[in-house]
C-alpha cells in the first residue's frame, strides 16, 4: 500500500465520493473505506472506478439544461482531485 505523501480528501469530498459510489457503485464501497481510512494513493483501476462512479453522478444529478450545477462543479472538481490520489503506474 503507497503511502507516498498522498492527497488527501476533505470532509465534503468525502461525503460526496461515498454518495456516489452508494448510488452508482456499491461495489466499490470498500475499496473507498480503505482510501478513506489510510492515506494512499489509488491503483490506476482503483482512481478509475471512482472516478466513473463520480462521472455517473454528475451526469445524473449535476446538469441543469444542458449545464453543470453547483454540484455538479463540485462532482467535477472531485474527479480532477481523485486523479490526483490515483498512481500513474500500478
Known amino acids: 500500500m503507497a503511502r507516498l505523501n498522498a492527497p488527501r480528501l476533505d470532509e465534503r469530498e468525502q461525503q460526496l465520493v461515498q454518495s456516489a459510489v452508494r448510488s452508482y457503485r456499491p461495489d466499490l464501497v470498500e475499496t473507498l473505506a480503505d482510501l478513506l ?9 482503483e482512481g478509475n472506478a471512482l472516478r466513473s462512479a463520480v462521472g455517473d453522478a454528475l451526469m445524473a444529478e449535476g446538469i ?5 450545477n453547483d454540484l455538479g462543479l463540485k462532482y467535477d472538481h472531485l474527479i480532477d482531485r481523485l486523479g490526483r490520489i490515483t498512481a500513474v503506474f500500478d
Do not use: Q
Not at 37 to 45: K, N, P, V
Not at 64 to 68: P, V
Open 64 to 68: 441543469d439544461n444542458g449545464a453543470e
Open 37 to 45: 481510512r489510510y492515506e494512499r494513493r489509488l491503483s490506476a483501476d
